[in-house]
T-cell receptor, first 112, second 114 residues
Framework: KQEVTQIPAALSVPEGENLVLNCSFTDSAIYNLQWFRQDPGKGLTSLLLIQSSQREQTSGRLNASLDKSSGRSTLYIAASQPGDSATYLCAVINSGNTPLVFGKGTRLSVIA | ETGVTQSPTHLIKTRGQQVTLRCSSQSGHNTVSWYQQALGQGPQFIFQYYREEENGRGNFPPRFSGLQFPNYSSELNVNALELDDSALYLC?????????????FGPGTRLLVL
């Protein structure tokens, strides 16, 4: 059974700092991995999707990497801003047409 | 904006009652999945519909049921509500088979069972 773990559970950083969020999964035979952002009480916004054949994806100040063999992904946020404060969720899919398996998320606070 | 809408946004029910939550997907998105997110947890998969047929189910009892309609809308029905059903319910849609492309989530329905 696939399990996804995110470390740390919560993180507080000063504005402008670069930071890394970690995600690990137990079954490395994934189809793809997706990072989401969730604001308090709101739905999920997809940030980046990495297919199993890819090593990384970039969008603006965000860069996500994937090391399938070791069961790890990282989300790098450059020059953090208070507007980045949210919970970041990592999710994997094991094969086509199977559901997303989520971690519990990392709650990020960026202090101005 | 993901193009996925959910209604209602909030709902309060009492134990034993029944509830219907609704989701409207983007045109052409023929796969819809429903997730339950308890406070402080990641979303948990309830079930998925593909072209109006159930196409996978998570570890939820039969009192959780659903429907998908030809107009890209869907419903989640929960009978005999229990206190532990209090959660944020999210629907997600995608074109084609889920997993091949990004899934787009709605804003969720917050259900409180008293």
């Amino acid at each position: 059974k696939q399990e996804v773990t995110q470390i740390p559970a919560a993180l507080s950083v000063p504005e402008g700092e670069n930071l890394v969020l970690n995600c690990s999964f137990t079954d490395s035979a994934i189809y793809n991995l997706q990072w989401f952002r969730q604001d308090p009480g709101k739905g999920l916004t997809s940030l980046l999707l990495i297919q199993s054949s890819q090593r990384e994806q970039t969008s603006g100040r965000l860069n996500a990497s994937l090391d399938k063999s070791s069961g790890r992904s990282t989300l790098y946020i450059a020059a953090s801003q208070p507007g980045d404060s949210a919970t970041y969720l990592c999710a994997v899919i094991n094969s086509g047409n199977t559901p997303l398996v989520f971690g519990k998320g990392t709650r990020l606070s960026v202090i101005a | 904006e993901t193009g996925v809408t959910q209604s209602p946004t909030h709902l309060i029910k009492t134990r034993g009652q029944q509830v219907t939550l609704r989701c409207s997907s983007q045109s052409g998105h023929n796969t819809v999945s429903w997730y339950q997110q308890a406070l402080g947890q990641g979303p948990q998969f309830i079930f998925q519909y593909y072209r109006e047929e159930e196409n996978g189910r998570g570890n939820f009892p039969p009192r959780f049921s659903g429907l998908q309609f030809p107009n890209y809308s869907s419903e989640l029905n929960v009978n005999a509500l229990e206190l532990d059903d209090s959660a944020l319910y999210l629907c997600a849609s995608t074109m084609g088979l889920a997993g091949l492309e990004t899934q787009y989530f709605g804003p969720g329905t917050r259900l409180l069972v008293l």
